[in-house]
């Protein structure tokens, strides 16, 4: 089993930035974030493996930055250059072997 403890997500302006963190209970291979917007499916947002690799979708490449502390069993996700279509509940994801974990999900709003 294991726990994810988000934090990070708020209120912020287009063209602002937030970052999110996620600590987890135990270490893990892979960590990553997912994000669900109102009415719509929940979908990759980024992904990264303990020696680094990793993977973004199309729509934030180049904005959002995912990093992770394996010291502290913590992944980041750094996200600037916010758009009005970022407005999501964003969530921390954990895979260990086939099992999946999820955070309880942090709100991202982005409004002026």
């Known amino acids: 089993q294991v726990q994810l403890v988000e934090s990070g997500g708020g209120l912020v302006q287009p063209g602002g930035s937030l970052r999110l963190s996620c600590a987890a209970s135990t270490s893990v291979f892979r960590m ?22 990793t993977n973004y979708a199309r729509s934030v490449a180049g904005r959002f930055t995912i990093s992770r502390d394996n010291a502290k069993n913590t992944v980041y996700l750094q996200m600037v250059s916010l758009k ?13 072997g086939i099992v999946t974990y999820w955070g309880q999900g942090t709100q991202v709003t982005v409004s002026s």
Do not use: F, H
């Not at 990553?32 to 690799?53: C, D, F, H, M, N």
């Not at 009005?84 to 954990?94: K, L, M, P």
């Open 32 to 53: 990553g974030w997912y994000r669900q917007a109102p009415g719509k499916e929940r979908e990759l947002v980024a992904t990264i493996t303990s020696p680094g690799t």
């Open 84 to 96: 009005v279509e970022d407005t999501a509940v964003y969530y921390c994801n954990a895979l260990m």
